[in-house]
T-cell receptor, first 109, second 117 residues
Framework: GIQVEQSPPDLILQEGANSTLRCNFSDSVNNLQWFHQNPWGQLINLFYIPSGTKQNGRLSATTVATERYSLLYISSSQTTDSGVYFCAVDKKGNYQLIWGAGTKLIIKP | NAGVTQTPKFQVLKTGQSMTLQCAQDMNHNSMYWYRQDPGMGLRLIYYSASEGTTDKGEVPNGYNVSRLNKREFSLRLESAAPSQTSVYFC????????????????FGNGTRLTVT
């Protein structure tokens, strides 16, 4: 089956710093989604991005499907960006997403 | 819009007790899902429902039953709780229709923290 690897596993930054989180996948996929799980456990869908680049405020994501990776950029980090960031992929027709292990991000004030 | 609403938020059960976790969405989504999240194990799919009246097993269905009561509601039942079912349970929904080959963005509820002693 498809393997999804996220890096780095942990990241500690000062408020205001920029960061790049990576998601590699081992086979072609139909789609890729990025999620943020905040310290209270809520899971928020950030991006639905099978290919190309999308931006939402200080966050942007790029998926290069042909090279089997996706990047999540966070600019001017805020303490509210802390939490775990997951990427999840799916093969065409499969309801079951395949999840990465996540990147735990801590933003220090 | 409330999005995806789960009840209860917290629950403690004794081994062998039963309970039902409730989930409702107000986004007119077709598909609904139940996941569990355990430390170090990530999110694992228990059951999903591609449309009203249909349900299918996910990765870890043993010990659970589900009911898609109508388009809005999807419940998860533990008939005889076991300590191994201690976890955080998330309900999710997406627009994806039964005839579609493509997933849609997944939207999660706030979770139910279940402890079985």
């Amino acid at each position: 089956g498809i393997q999804v690897e996220q890096s780095p596993p942990d990241l500690i930054l000062q408020e205001g710093a920029n960061s790049t989180l990576r998601c590699n996948f081992s086979d072609s996929v139909n789609n890729l989604q990025w999620f943020h799980q905040n310290p209270w456990g809520q899971l928020i869908n950030l991006f639905y991005i099978p290919s190309g680049t999308k931006q939402n405020g200080r966050l942007s994501a790029t998926t290069v499907a042909t090279e089997r990776y996706s990047l999540l950029y966070i600019s001017s980090s805020q303490t509210t960006d802390s939490g775990v960031y997951f990427c999840a992929v799916d093969k065409k027709g499969n309801y079951q997403l395949i999840w990465g292990a996540g990147t735990k991000l801590i933003i220090k004030p | 819009n409330a999005g995806v609403t789960q009840t209860p938020k917290f629950q403690v059960l004794k081994t062998g007790q039963s309970m039902t976790l409730q989930c409702a969405q107000d986004m007119n989504h077709n598909s609904m899902y139940w996941y569990r999240q355990d430390p170090g194990m990530g999110l694992r799919l228990i059951y999903y429902s591609a449309s009203e009246g249909t349900t299918d097993k996910g990765e870890v269905p043993n010990g659970y039953n589900v009911s898609r009561l109508n388009k809005r509601e999807f419940s998860l039942r533990l008939e005889s709780a076991a300590p191994s079912q201690t976890s955080v349970y998330f309900c999710a929904s997406s627009e994806r229709g039964e005839t579609s080959s493509y997933n849609s963005p997944l939207h999660f509820g706030n979770g139910t923290r279940l402890t079985v002693t």
